[in-house]
Structure formats: structure tokens, C-alpha cells
């Protein structure tokens, strides 16, 4: 598994350093060295800056972190608005925004890659019903219900699909998903594709914390 990630005094810096290095690196940016790294970013690689809004800025000659570090707080709010004030603050280093570690969960899956590329339906069962105990015990442990089924397939070309199923009412059955699930695999063209990857997932979720 490669994983990136940044590390530094604020919440815009550490996303920006773990963009640098994707993908498998290590960016920290501390206080001594930010006016340096930010200087030499083009401004297309800020957070929040979309093409739209890069165009506009390379055309007002605002190119990389240097030029916008250079661009008064008035110019870059009557040209952008509120966007133009989030980059006067994050140029200068002020970004006081709180990390939140408590992201309420969207969803829960576990996925398989196989030993070899198949279309056994037999095979590719065995494997639903070993995915489906596994989401169905994490949901029982964190006390969610689940709506909606998610089969995802990842063919042996690397073409990945998923399909899903809602249900009527919530669930906190495996049996469901197990079910459920398998009747997903016949609409994933398997006669066609040998399969490299099958996960099962649930989203949809209402916790009863």
C-alpha cells in the first residue's frame, strides 16, 4: 500500500503537502520553511482553486505563490469575493480552521483482490458471503443500519463498475447483503469479463447511537 501525507501548522498546509508527493511521500512544511514552499507553488496547485478561477489569476498575472503573496487583501476580494479573502489569509499564513476527527461515517465496504481473474459464479458467491459477513459485523459493531447495497467489480482489463440495490426499509442483516449482493453480480456482464477485484459495500446509513 503507498499513502502520502503532510504535515505542518495548518489545516490548508498540511493539504497541500500531502498533494506534493502522491503518491507515496511525506511532505512536513513548518513555520521556517512555508513562506519558501508557497513562494514556488504555481497558483493552480492552491486548495480551492479550480480551473476557472487559475485562467483569471494568470491572467492578472498572479502565477504562483510569490505573485499572490504580493496581492493586497482588497484587490483579491473585490476580484474573487469570499475566495479571494480564504487566499489572502492561507498566503499569510493564517488559517485558523479546527481539524475535525469526527466525520460522521458515509459508508462501510471491504473489497478482495482475487488469486486469479474469474467468472465463477461459485467462486465470486464464496467471496460475497465471506465480504458480506465482514461489512455487516463492522455496522453491528459502530450500532448502523444500512439502505443501500453497493457491489463493486473490478474486471482483469482494470475496468472497474458498481451497482447497487436500495431497499425498502434498513437493514442489519448479512443475509440481506449476502442476497442482495448476488443478485448485483448477474447485471456486472461476468460471462463477458473475468473478475480481478469484488467488494461489497453498504451506504445510505442511519446511526442509532
Request: hydrophobic content about 35%; charged content about 30%; aromatic content about 10%.
Given at each position: 500500500m503507498t499513502?502520502s501525507?503532510g504535515?505542518?501548522?495548518?489545516?490548508?498546509?498540511?493539504?497541500?503537502g500531502?498533494?506534493?508527493?502522491?503518491?507515496?511521500?511525506?511532505t512536513?512544511?513548518?513555520?521556517?520553511?512555508?513562506?519558501?514552499f508557497?513562494n514556488?507553488l504555481?497558483?493552480?496547485k492552491?486548495y480551492?482553486?479550480?480551473?476557472?478561477?487559475?485562467k483569471?489569476m494568470?491572467?492578472?498575472?498572479?502565477?504562483?505563490?510569490?505573485?499572490?503573496?504580493?496581492?493586497?487583501k482588497d484587490?483579491?476580494?473585490?476580484?474573487f469575493g469570499?475566495?479571494g479573502?480564504y487566499?489572502?489569509?492561507?498566503?499569510n499564513?493564517?488559517?485558523?480552521?479546527?481539524?475535525?476527527?469526527?466525520?460522521?461515517?458515509?459508508?462501510v465496504?471491504?473489497?478482495?483482490?482475487l488469486r486469479?481473474?474469474?467468472n465463477?459464479?461459485?467462486?465470486?458467491?464464496k467471496h460475497?458471503?465471506?465480504?458480506?459477513?465482514?461489512?455487516?459485523?463492522?455496522c453491528?459493531?459502530n450500532r448502523l443500519?444500512?439502505?443501500t447495497?453497493?457491489?463493486k467489480?473490478k474486471?482483469?482489463?482494470?475496468?472497474q463498475i458498481t451497482?447497487?440495490?436500495?431497499?425498502e426499509d434498513y437493514?442489519q442483516?448479512?443475509?440481506?447483503?449476502?442476497?442482495?449482493?448476488k443478485?448485483?453480480?448477474?447485471?456486472?456482464n461476468?460471462?463477458?469479463?473475468?473478475?480481478?477485484?469484488?467488494?461489497?459495500?453498504?451506504?445510505?446509513l442511519?446511526?442509532?447511537?
Amino acid at each position: 500500500m503507498t499513502a502520502s501525507a503532510g504535515v505542518s501548522f495548518n489545516k490548508f498546509l498540511a493539504k497541500i503537502g500531502s498533494d506534493f508527493k502522491k503518491p507515496n511521500g511525506l511532505t512536513v512544511i513548518t513555520p521556517q520553511n512555508a513562506r519558501g514552499f508557497l513562494n514556488k507553488l504555481t497558483i493552480g496547485k492552491f486548495y480551492g482553486v479550480g480551473k476557472i478561477t487559475e485562467k483569471k489569476m494568470i491572467a492578472l498575472g498572479i502565477k504562483t505563490g510569490k505573485d499572490l503573496y504580493k496581492i493586497s487583501k482588497d484587490f483579491l476580494t473585490n476580484n474573487f469575493g469570499k475566495q479571494g479573502l480564504y487566499l489572502y489569509d492561507v498566503i499569510n499564513l493564517n488559517d485558523n480552521r479546527a481539524v475535525n476527527t469526527s466525520r460522521k461515517r458515509k459508508s462501510v465496504s471491504k473489497e478482495i483482490t482475487l488469486r486469479e481473474d474469474t467468472n465463477d459464479i461459485d467462486v465470486l458467491d464464496k467471496h460475497i458471503e465471506y465480504l458480506s459477513e465482514i461489512v455487516n459485523n463492522i455496522c453491528k459493531k459502530n450500532r448502523l443500519y444500512y439502505k443501500t447495497i453497493v457491489l463493486k467489480i473490478k474486471y482483469f482489463n482494470f475496468k472497474q463498475i458498481t451497482r447497487c440495490k436500495t431497499l425498502e426499509d434498513y437493514s442489519q442483516d448479512n443475509k440481506i447483503i449476502e442476497k442482495n449482493s448476488k443478485n448485483l453480480i448477474f447485471k456486472a456482464n461476468i460471462d463477458k469479463y473475468k473478475v480481478r477485484l469484488i467488494g461489497v459495500g453498504v451506504s445510505n446509513l442511519k446511526d442509532v447511537n
